[in-house]
């Protein structure tokens, strides 16, 4: 997997990064996830304040789910990175997006590219993500998330299309 990884055999150029990206169902995860620390940084304060019976018993659950959600989220970012898995990698002559099996699901050329579409979304203080969306020639259009407040696939990839001529 590795190698497919270093250029796909598709003939973009040099393999300048490798981020991650996600879908909806990404988006929606990551939202959960804060949802249920907060939800249980809340019921931790609770417990401190009315002190019910077994308390430290319920805290030291609920400090669990906590570590398990955050296991599984390392977990999840080592083994995605390591697979490929939806992933962005940009090369000098353009960009390929992998699915979540790890293969490729698109790639686009930067002579074909007419717009790269960038939107910031904020739906809650608990998410926040960048939307692109790359308009091309021939195809229909590419988009994807670049999850967090300022995800180093933002910069890069804005600088990249200025630097290739493309409007925003």
């Known amino acids: 997997m590795q190698q497919d990884m270093n250029g796909f055999g598709i003939g973009l150029g ?10 909806v169902g990404g988006g929606l995860l990551q939202l959960a996830r804060r949802s249920v620390v ?9 417990l401190v304040v009315r002190r019910p019976p077994a308390a430290f018993a319920k805290g030291a659950f609920i400090m669990a789910v ?4 955050y296991g599984l989220r390392l977990a999840w970012s080592r083994g995605t990175a390591r697979l490929g898995i939806s992933r962005c990698c940009l090369h000098t002559g353009g960009l390929v997006v992998t699915n ?16 790269l579409n960038h939107q910031i979304g904020t739906m809650s ?12 020639d021939g195809s229909p259009a590419l988009a994807f ?11 890069v990839l804005l600088n990249l299309a200025a630097k290739n001529g493309i409007h925003r």
């Open 100 to 115: 979540l099996t790890g293969g490729v699901r698109d790639a686009v050329a930067w002579s074909n590219v007419r717009v």
């Open 145 to 155: 998330l670049a999850l967090g407040q300022k995800p180093a696939l933002a910069e």
């Open 125 to 136: 203080f608990l998410m926040v993500c960048h939307r692109f969306e790359i308009e091309r």
């Open 66 to 69: 906590v570590l398990a959600i």
């Open 38 to 46: 907060a939800l249980a940084a809340v019921l931790l304060f609770l």
């Open 14 to 23: 040099e393999r300048l990064g490798s981020y991650p990206i996600a879908g």
